[in-house]
């Protein structure tokens, strides 16, 4: 019994392993995450292709820019009159905030 359960231990450790480049993707939401668990599950059983395909899901890729902030003046910040922005509304539905 205790066999069974370390080998249950052990095959569920060794998956993880394994998919530990896709699952790294998928977290991070990169662009190229399907095609790092396609690489992963196919090549993944060769070192080579699990380490390719660990450097490329933590490989850095360029975000959306965020739209710039309105420039508040540290003196005046209570009078300061902000237009609405259609383009920062926008921003603000997809973040799941308000923007008035």
């Known amino acids: 019994m205790t066999a069974a359960i370390v080998l249950l ?11 530990l ?3 790294i993707a998928c977290s991070r939401r990169h662009p190229n995450a399907l095609p790092i ?3 992963d599950l196919l090549l993944g059983w060769t070192f080579v292709g699990w380490v390719i395909a660990l450097v490329w899901a933590l490989t850095a890729f360029p975000r959306p820019e ?3 902030s309105a420039a ?3 003196d005046d910040w209570q009078n300061q009159q902000v237009e609405f922005d ?4 926008e921003w603000a539905a ?3 905030r308000t923007y008035s």
């Open 66 to 68: 965020r739209p710039p």
């Open 86 to 89: 259609p383009q920062r509304a």
């Open 37 to 39: 668990v396609v690489l």
């Open 9 to 19: 231990a052990s095959l569920a450790f060794a998956l993880f392993v394994y998919f």
């Open 72 to 74: 508040i003046d540290p």
């Open 94 to 96: 997809r973040a799941g």
């Open 21 to 23: 480049p896709a699952v």
